[in-house]
């Protein structure tokens, strides 16, 4: 296999993120990705995402992305503390090709195609050698590091030929493709299951509603109860990390950065019985609602799995049967933006299990919950069945990463199919 040692600085343009102003924003234009966009398998939209107008294009246009960019996070904590972003890289996709990168990351953009590829290259960012060598350069105190651009344009790597860096992206991409569908797939199902419940509870177009009499403006038989006579509540606790023996055990535990998707499987971190007794935390049995309470716009999940969580995270636990995790959901996901309103009236920073108990809201009647309960349940079910595909295809891509990189694993004498998404790119037909 032929090699040749090659520079970053050699290969790529180094395009560091723009730097403006807050009040330079608007509700709408240009999308910004700042570095809290930044996710391992590309870039991910935001609730409180940022815009800056079209009328600064001009202004900042040297920042504009494209898809197939690699970007790498220059700032944040150290690589070695928990939930770091330094060294962190993303592809962009399609979605945000024309986006512009904020500061405290920096756009490497391939200058020779014909030596690199950049979805190899982006692969090649998340084995241990390169992890490793921004670990080793990173510079600042354990809550603050910077990346130096010197130093990432001196990173060498004794590149393959291109035909066989081609060759590995497309088995890796065809496991991101696959999972980049089923996220498409979920993404549905999610929204018939919410337009239902939007229609039914927001709308009041439930089934047989036009034989019901309205009282006040709501449905008879529904009423106006505290988020504190429906559910019992509880936060988590974090066990102290001077301990060794409270970490590497077998206990899910969830923070809220992990609060991302309708369903919460395994934590990035675990903990160990002892962790748990010595510490506030305690395990939430499966399908219990778990909400992030000190966020702007906080994030919400369903448990798949038992699970403990920190004292940032708030449980939802029905007191009643028939308030089921397909109902109670959506019903506490709507009421998020009315508790962040609630509490800054309030004068608090973030959520509070007193506050979120006072809170009051709208509940239908147990038939109709019911009624709403039988028709979703299929759609949440698939829901999960492709969630657990996709961690099982990031498992297989996970394992054959390192091992194609190092040449472990060779393809020289395969003969590999492109996938769609590479086929578009490069121009290529089977």
């Known amino acids: 296999m032929n090699e040749t040692k090659l520079f970053l600085e050699q290969c790529f343009e180094f395009i560091n993120g723009g730097t403006w102003n807050e009040n330079e924003y608007s509700l709408e234009g240009i999308h910004v990705v700042k570095v809290t966009n930044l996710v391992n398998s590309g870039v991910e939209r935001k609730k409180d995402d940022s815009y800056l107008p079209w009328s600064k294009y001009e202004k900042y246009q040297k920042h504009k992305l494209f898809e197939g960019d690699v970007v790498i996070a220059t700032v944040g904590s150290h690589p ?55 670990e080793g350069r990173a510079k600042g105190s354990a809550n603050q590091v910077r990346m130096a651009l010197s130093d990432l344009k001196k990173f060498n790597y004794y590149f393959p030929h291109i035909s066989y860096q081609r060759k590995i992206a497309a088995i890796l991409s065809t496991y991101d493709d696959l999972i980049e569908n089923n996220n498409k797939r979920i993404a549905l199902l999610e929204k018939m299951a919410e337009e239902i419940y939007r229609e039914w509870f927001v709308h009041f177009r439930f089934p047989g509603y036009q034989d019901i009499k309205f009282e006040k403006g709501i449905p008879k038989g529904w009423s106006v109860k505290s988020l504190g006579n429906i559910f019992d509540t509880a936060s988590g606790g974090t066990p102290s990390r001077k301990d060794i023996r409270n970490y590497n055990g077998k206990i899910n535990w969830l923070k809220t950065g992990e609060l991302k998707s309708i369903f919460a499987f395994e934590s990035e971190e675990k903990i160990t019985l002892s962790g748990l007794e010595s510490s506030s935390a305690k395990i939430f ?146």
């Open 80 to 134: 070695t503390q928990q939930g770091s972003v330094v060294g962190r890289t993303s592809r962009i996709p399609k979605d945000f090709d024309g986006s512009f990168l904020n500061q405290n990351a920096v756009c490497l953009r391939n200058k020779d195609t014909n030596k690199i590829n950049s979805r190899y290259f982006f692969y090649l960012t998340k084995t241990i050698l390169f992890k490793g060598y921004i």
């Open 285 to 430: 049995p499966i399908n219990t609602i778990v909400i992030a309470m000190y966020c702007a716009m906080p994030d919400i999940s369903i448990l798949a799995e038992p699970a403990a969580t920190n004292q940032a995270c708030c449980a939802f636990l029905p007191k009643l049967d028939y308030f089921t995790y397909h109902y109670n959901y959506y019903l506490i996901k709507y009421a998020q933006p009315h508790l962040i309103q609630y509490s800054h009236g309030a004068a608090q920073q973030n959520l509070s299990q007193d506050l979120i108990k006072r809170f009051e809201v709208l509940i239908a009647n147990e038939f109709i919950i019911k009624k709403y309960t039988s028709i979703v349940d299929p759609l949440f079910q698939e829901i999960k069945i492709i969630m657990k595909q996709n961690k099982i295809l990031r498992e297989y891509k996970n394992m054959l990463l390192p091992r194609l990189i190092s040449g472990k694993l060779s393809v020289e004498n395969l003969d590999i199919a492109f996938p769609p998404s590479m086929q578009q790119e490069e121009g290529k037909v089977d």
